[in-house]
């Protein structure tokens, strides 16, 4: 399984180097999240969609952040309230959150309205209950992002932060470290991959990530056909939303490689 994990990353990194095939997805929305092999967004209007044999499926319910990752499928209305996707419907949990994110090993991430930083370890996110116990993480982010290595972040001055010794049932980690760049959102994919958007609506790939390196070593600009508010990564392909809500599905050259289950 390690050596698998080690192959993805190798490949994600020389796919950096190489044109992503692209291709315009019908619809418009204003965040979209992959994870697990599932892609879930939300439009203008908090309408849910989920990516369902080549099409956009409207799910019952309004969000203004939605995500899917080992963790499940979660989200945030527009007055903070958090829900997970149980049974097929949505319920109501404790906790106010704006933004959230289930990419990491079932546990869950997030930041809220004073840009304060929480986690959820893995017996809340399994749980059935809707008393969950969160953990407050010290520090100030804007977004939050948890993936197979740990969790990344942004604060209001764009700022990056790398947040070590994440462990699925002690998800608050231990420190923090400051990563060179700039960026407005940043997202971790479920194989550790990281991707993220600039100010100028550009996206960065990072670099070097591996089994022994969780931070890496540098960001990549891709080259890419326009400019975009926001990136999520799963299988091979990264889901991109241009300023205006457009969607476009862009695909490496190591699709072929095999996927984490």
């Known amino acids: 399984m390690i050596l698998i994990l080690c192959l993805l990353l190798l490949c994600t990194a020389v796919a950096a180097d190489h044109e992503f095939k692209c291709t315009v997805i019908p619809g418009n929305l204003k965040q979209v999240d992959a994870g697990a092999g599932q892609v879930y ?29 080992p963790a499940g499928v979660w989200g945030v209305n527009k007055v903070n309230t958090i829900y997970k996707l149980q049974d097929d419907k949505w319920v109501a949990v404790s906790g106010l959150l704006k933004q959230i994110d289930a990419g990491g090993a079932k546990f869950l991430s997030g930041a809220n309205r004073n840009d304060g930083i929480y986690c959820l370890n893995q017996d809340q996110t399994v749980s059935r209950s809707t008393n969950l116990a969160y953990s407050l993480i010290e520090g100030s982010l804007k977004y939050y992002s948890s993936g197979l ?30 990563i060179a760049g700039s960026l407005v959102m940043v997202e971790v994919g479920t194989d550790g991959s990281v991707y993220g958007v600039n100010s100028a609506g550009k996206v960065y790939k990072r670099e070097g990530i591996s089994c022994t390196n969780h931070v890496g070593t540098s960001w990549t600009q891709l080259d890419l056909p326009g400019t975009f508010k926001h990136v ?25 490689f095999p996927t984490r289950k």
């Open 41 to 69: 967004g939300v439009n203008d209007n908090d309408f849910i969609y989920r990516w369902e044999n080549n099409g956009w499926k409207q799910i019952p319910g309004a969000l203004i952040h939605v995500t899917v990752g």
């Open 149 to 178: 290595y740990g969790c990344w972040g942004v604060n209001r001055n764009n700022q990056i932060y790398y947040r070590f010794d994440v462990q699925p049932m002690t998800c608050r980690g231990s420190f923090w470290k400051n």
């Open 232 to 256: 999520s990564y799963d299988e091979g392909s990264l889901w991109l939303l241009k300023q205006n809500g457009e969607i476009l599905k862009c695909e490496d050259n190591c699709s072929s």
